[in-house]
């Protein structure tokens, strides 16, 4: 399975972007797909995680509210809508896919492949 992440860049505080990550070689109907981001300096944090039938979300408190992950099955990709973006939400982004179960979804080292991340800078 390859994941493709893309669709970051330099947004001003307030503004949205959103994030897609592409799947090729498997459904993600077959996983759980995570976001999760790195800021300079820091560990890489979870975001949130959509089931694998697309019904459950969980998000990080930190953007709960702000953020939405939506799937389309057709083109086999997952998004990440940012919105009221904040300074401290720039990081490197990066979507995952594994099989956790709902009260693991923010572990990282459950989550088996990965995309090569986007960067998301939110100016002040």
């Known amino acids: 399975v390859q994941l493709q992440a893309f669709g970051g860049g330099l947004v001003q505080a307030g503004g949205s972007l959103r994030l897609s990550c592409a799947a090729s070689?498997?459904?993600?109907?077959?996983?759980?797909v995570a976001w999760f981001r790195q800021a300079p300096g820091k560990e890489r944090a979870f975001v949130g995680a959509?089931?694998?039938?697309?019904?459950?979300?969980s998000y990080a408190d930190s953007v709960k509210g702000r953020f939405t992950i939506s799937r389309d099955s057709a083109k086999n990709t997952v998004y990440l809508r940012m919105n009221s973006l904040k300074p401290e939400d720039t990081a490197v982004y990066y979507c995952?896919?594994?099989?956790?179960?709902?009260?693991?979804?923010?572990?990282?080292?459950?989550?088996?492949?990965w995309g090569q991340g986007t960067l998301v800078t939110v100016s002040s």
């Open positions: 959509m089931s694998r039938n697309g019904g459950t979300t």
């Open positions: 070689g498997r459904s993600f109907r077959e996983y759980v």
């Open positions: 995952a896919i594994g099989r956790p179960v709902y009260s693991a979804y923010d572990q990282a080292g459950l989550y088996y492949h």
